[in-house]
């Protein structure tokens, strides 16, 4: 097992078959170097065109079309003492006749402070003169290769991850990807330092960052749509417009999980889903929308 630490020197804005930056092998470890979603790094220097410019690929040595990349996520490290949104919400989150009341779209920026754990406005409105967020960073971006040739833009997300923007791919989780192009070639980046749920303001507080993570291969693993577990939940994630699709497609991958891991049929599966599940709207800013279904580890405990 080895722990390569990877400075980048060339990005994408798009996931697909791109000449591999490194090759690691299952168990390895690596720290990166992410841009912020504008391209900016951790000097706040113009490093590549915008939107989320990729660090990678990262190529797994075994990988095949139908295993599954798990991503152990071990830390997100914001790299930069600022970070940046835009003001407002995005106009089709509101009933249509508060759109002519919103905001401006423009760019404001906020102080990152982690010995205090905040995030405070550089200029608040006066109500808002002694608040912050917390920091809870996460991967805004991130996926593999899909299959075909084909090259996704970073702006969207689909079967092979991409621009999810879900909270819930944040550190001390593992994300599965289903492997479509040998040697998965493995993307991430477009960490935010903090968001709620939807990204429904249009971004996160983007910011540069440094992540670890730890890269295993999951052989013969059949995965549709990309999942996740934490210390408490399995979670699948479906990526598509409109909304009820999005969610179509997690519960699907839901289901398919708990028939491979579980030994439930449907039946038995829609009477533990029925009961236990929770939906997260992770992303409905994006071109495709993001909604995570997900059910606490308690649930199916008795299930092993």
Known sequence: ?????????????????HPAALTIRDGDTVTVATLDANGYDVNNDLKAADPNPMSGPFFIEGAEPGDALAIDIQKITMTRRMGWTRQGLAWHVVDPHEVRGMPPREKIFWDINPQQNAITLQKPPPALKN????????????????????????ATSGRHGGNMDYRGFGENVTAYFPVAVPGALFFLGDVHGAQGDGEIAGTGIETSAEITFTVRLVKNKQLGWPRGENETSIFTVGNARPLDQALQHATTEMLAWLAQDYGLDKVAASHVLGMNVRYDVANVFNPAYSVACRVEKSALAALK
């Open 1 to 17: 097992m080895t722990h390569h630490k990877f400075t980048p020197s060339t990005w994408y804005q798009t996931i697909g078959a």
């Open 131 to 154: 608040w912050s967020v917390p920091i809870v960073p996460m991967i805004g971006c991130f996926g593999v290769a899909p299959d075909g040739g084909e090259a996704i833009s970073t």
